[in-house]
């Protein structure tokens, strides 16, 4: 989560792909990057347009990243994306089926205002106060403070011992429910698909919601809260065997009615948390929704 937004200077990808270019239909792409900055060229084979990339959102060890570009002080979303199941840019999630009416539309889509205070807030740190955007002070990712808060007065209460005894926001002690507002504030919880008005395929990415699906779902139980699979400090683990223990804690014996499984006690993600093809995306994401998976079930399951 700490490259969850990352400046061109610092980005890993354009270390490894200075030069990116990609073609569809009749608009073609070059991304580069010169010295600190990078570009984004969109031409239809008359007239091209170059814009400056301001930051590049996602991490480039998760699905991929995209680019923010500006133009007049406005901020688009790449047509085009980076994707690293693909090593190579292709279309951005959303793009594919539309027609670009000119080469600003092909360069890519408009941002507007709340869209840019979610984009900001979840990928960085510090970026918004309120409903004000504050990239003036932004910290790319998403640093300690971001979950913790600020980290000024406990730092000078930790190096001095002065008081008044000031502590970080301690995660551990929320409930299983408040992990999940806490989480799903970038996650996206059950309201917030709710509030989306459809149900489909892409809400596999919302791992709060589809969690609340789960027959096992107690929001009194930390042993289905968020924290207990995963650590926010540390990139995911991708280990199925490693999330054996945890299913177990309930399904071994460990809660009332939880029953054990009668195929097998290991790799138990692997049959009740399938990974599942987001189209476009080019990324099989784990469904949180637990279940028995039936053959041929149609999602959302």
Known sequence: MGHALETVEECSTFALHPLLTFKDDRYSYRIERRGSQGLYTVSDGHQ??????RWVMGASFGL???YILE????????????????KRLDLTLGAQGMAPADLLEAAGRVIIFEEKLKCFFCHA???TEGRQLTLEVMKPGVQCEHCHGPTEKHVQWATTGESPRVLMKDLSKLSTEEVFDFCGQCHRTWADVLALGR?????VRFQPYRLTLSKCYNADDSRISCLACHNPHVEIDTNPSDYDSKCLACHGGGKVGAKKCRVSANRCTTCHMPKTELPGAHFKFSDHNIRIVKVNEPFPG
């Open 48 to 53: 091209s347009l170059t814009l400056p990339i």
């Open 64 to 66: 991929g990243q995209t």
């Open 71 to 86: 133009k007049d002080g406005q901020f688009y979303e790449s047509r085009v994306s980076y994707y690293r199941g693909l």
């Open 125 to 127: 740190t510090d970026a």
């Open 199 to 203: 149900i489909d395929i892409t809400d």
